[in-house]
Structures are given as C-alpha cells and as structure tokens.
C-alpha cells in the first residue's frame, strides 16, 4: 500500500509524471480521483500533481471515515515532504460516502461502477477497492469538469466476490 512516506514517493513519481503528460496534452482536468485505505497513492499523487502544476486530488475513503483517511494522508504528505526536503503541499479532498458496511464489503454503487466500467470501457473494478472510488467518479455532476481516475488494479479480486457478482 506505500502507507509510509518511502513507499509514497513511488506515487510522488506517478504524479509528477501525469502532470507533465497533462500539460504535454494540453489537457486541464478538474481533478485526479484515487481510492484511498493506507492512503500512500493519495499521499504521493497530492505532492507530485502540486510539484508538476497539475489537478488537485480527490481521494475517496474506501476503509474509514474521513477524518481518519484525512489524518493518515496528511500524516504521509507531512513525512514524504521532509525526505523530498519540500514543504508539504496542500492535502486532497476526502470523500467517505462510499464506503458501505465495511472495508471488503460491495457496495450498490460500486456493483453499478463496475458493470458500467466493464460495459462501457471493457476495464476491471475490484469490488473492494476501486468500484467504490469510480463509484464517486460516475457521481460527480456533469457540470463538475473532466478527471483523470487513478486505477490502482485490484481486478483479481472479482473472483473472490463471484456469488455477490454473478447475479448481475
């Protein structure tokens, strides 16, 4: 999970890299939109997206509520700031409106995200993890601007979730 400020830097990279490729396309996205649990994807995109210029970050708790996901990432901006030697930026926005029952259990909007990412795009949510944070993109109003949604895999875990998803 790079829930530790070593581990952030990877997503710092990614988020540096992503700006630069934003601004090569000309492209100005209102936000980047990630799951959040142990937070070091979010953490890491909000330090290099800001470096490079680019999006705020939106990052939808899919584990606590967000204050606690708020906590942890601010946590690990704080401390991957200090070994890059910059100041921390400012941190993400946190949605917790799609967290359901529990960490691992689907939820109804997440069973809609992957069908419509699958339909549409022929690409895998996990019902875990990414369903519930591309759940918060299909949401936003339309009226909201473009985003870019950092699909961190988890598509294996389809198959341990096959009875709740068969259905469909």
Do not use: M
Not at 21 to 34: M, N
Not at 52 to 70: F, L, N, Q
Not at 102 to 110: D, S
């Amino acid at each position: 999970g790079g829930s530790d400020p070593t581990g952030a830097l990877g997503y710092v990279a990614a988020g540096l890299e992503l700006g630069e490729q934003l601004a090569a396309a000309g492209l100005q996205p209102a936000a980047v939109v990630t799951a959040a649990s142990s937070c070091g994807t979010a953490a890491g995109l909000t330090i290099g997206l800001a470096a490079a210029g680019g999006p705020p970050v939106e990052a939808v708790a899919v584990s606590d509520d967000a204050a606690t996901i708020a906590a942890t990432i601010e946590h690990l901006i704080a401390g991957t700031s200090e070994l890059l030697g910059i100041g921390p930026p400012a941190p993400p926005v946190v949605i917790d409106r799609y967290i359901g029952l529990a960490y691992g259990i689907p939820t109804e909007p997440g069973r809609h995200a992957i069908e419509a990412l699958a339909r549409t795009e022929g690409v895998l949510l996990d019902p875990v993890y990414t369903a519930k944070a591309f759940a918060h993109v299909l949401d936003r109003p339309a009226d909201a601007g473009d985003v870019v949604f950092v699909h961190t895999g988890g598509a294996p875990g389809l198959f341990a979730y096959t009875p709740e998803l068969s259905s469909r």
